[in-house]
């Protein structure tokens, strides 16, 4: 905590993290600890766990799963006291051309990138409310605002996610909670693992379609949550903010 600034800072708050395991989600969990939060972490993987500690509770839990969903928060309330801030950041990928995409293909990615985020801002929503405070941060993605070939399923669940970002700041600001969403651009993680030889070397490849020459790494991503996360942004909300490295200016 030695020299993070007081409107930085998150000491005594408590935080639900999902997708943690790995990439943008592990990331968070380490700076919002640093930041001096306690936090849930859940994850449909079962090396979830390798992040439990004093600071840290963990779940296996899969996103899109209503009772699961349930039980995260009752986690939360029971380990720690409260939810101050949720970070929606569970989600999957499918590399399909539209005529290619099955139904079944449709269903899974909406079910947990969609479906997953309504069900963690519904029920955080609910906890916050009642205490009239709290920052919900969801992860929505570049494709949420631009177009981008064989991405159907999952431009449409995060485009589902920026819409459902702005509606839940309407009716969640007059009860002091704020809602944003972050779009990155390519991020370098396990995303595409079981899809290609090597996720991080293939999403690397993309650094063309960026200002900057080169992806992001999930710590960057992870800056630009926990910010909106804290006290410094606190006239933010509806906002979908571009993490993008320059992709949405080219």
Known sequence: MTGVPERWSLAGQVAVVTGAARGIGRETVRLLVAR????????IRNDIDALASEQVATLQADAGDEEAVRATFTLA???????????????????????ETSAADWDAILATNARGAFLHLREAGRIM??????????????????GMRETAAYSASKGAIAQLVKTAALELGPSGVRVNAVAPGVVATEILEGIVPDSR????????????GRVAEPAEIAEVIVFLSSPAASFMTGALVMADGGYTAM
Request: hydrophobic residues 50%.
């Open 201 to 212: 070397a293939t999403l690397s490849s993309y650094g063309d379609a960026h200002a900057l």
């Open 36 to 43: 001096g939060a306690q936090v849930v972490a859940t994850d």
């Open 77 to 99: 309330l029971e380990r720690f006291g409260r939810v101050d801030i949720l970070v929606s950041n569970a989600g999957r990928t499918l590399n399909k051309m539209l005529i």
């Open 129 to 146: 409310a009642a205490q009239g405070s709290g920052a919900i941060v969801a992860v929505a993605s570049v494709v949420s605002a631009v």
